[in-house]
């Protein structure tokens, strides 16, 4: 699979939108971001007008981007929430939100989505007592997540922990920080996405 090893920043800038692609970085005065606010490249600074097409696109990519996954990826979770009941656009942020990789992130064991991806793949995690290393996996209302007892001392993941509370915990997940453990009460609701996501916009772009 393609793999984006460039500066994540450029991605950020690209959107103009910060993704918190690099954990507490992104916090810091160091965030190239903040320091930065404008789209890379040497035109980056001039005014860009969009065709609808254009909008669309970037909607696209920076959902994407935001979750780091590949467009066939992306391309077929879609596929996947338009084939459901309900609206498209709403499936398609929960599968998003309920994948494992995104979950060990919301709840704090690590820092960043990458991170996660990284963490469970290396087998960092249990789900419902079996340990589970694939980052796609979909967690469900009532799944238990905890941290492996081998991987309790890792220093980066301690390091996530103490650093949660400043992120904010969804209201369809709790964590007992104590025990490592963290607990999927519910699917996410559209109103608990906080990010600026237009997802309609990505729908029309697909529906073309």
């Known amino acids: 699979m393609a793999r984006y090893r460039g500066s994540v920043c450029r991605l950020c800038r690209r959107e103009n939108l ?117 980052p796609s996996f979909m967690v469900r209302p009532g799944d238990v997540i905890e941290v492996r007892e081998k991987s309790r001392t890792v220093q980066a993941i301690n390091d996530a922990l103490d650093a949660v509370v400043r992120r904010g915990l969804p209201q369809w997940i709790e964590i007992e920080k104590e025990s490592y453990k963290g607990t999927v009460k519910a699917l996410p609701a559209r109103d608990d996405i906080t990010m600026p996501i237009q997802e309609q916009l990505i729908v029309e772009l697909y529906s073309k």
């Open 18 to 134: 910060k993704l918190f692609l690099k954990g507490d970085r992104c916090y810091s005065d160091k965030c190239g971001f903040d320091r930065r606010g404008y789209p890379p490249g040497q035109h980056g600074q001039r005014r860009t007008k969009f065709s609808d097409y254009g909008i669309q696109l970037r909607e696209k990519q920076k959902v994407k981007r935001l979750f780091g996954l590949s467009e066939k990826q992306f391309r077929m979770l879609f596929e996947k929430a338009d084939s459901k009941k309900g609206i498209t656009g709403t499936n398609l942020l929960v599968f998003l939100e309920t994948r494992l990789d995104n979950v060990v992130y919301r709840l704090g064991f690590v820092n960043s989505r990458t991170q996660g991806r990284h963490f469970v793949r290396h087998g960092h995690f249990i789900v419902n007592g079996k340990r589970v290393d694939i």
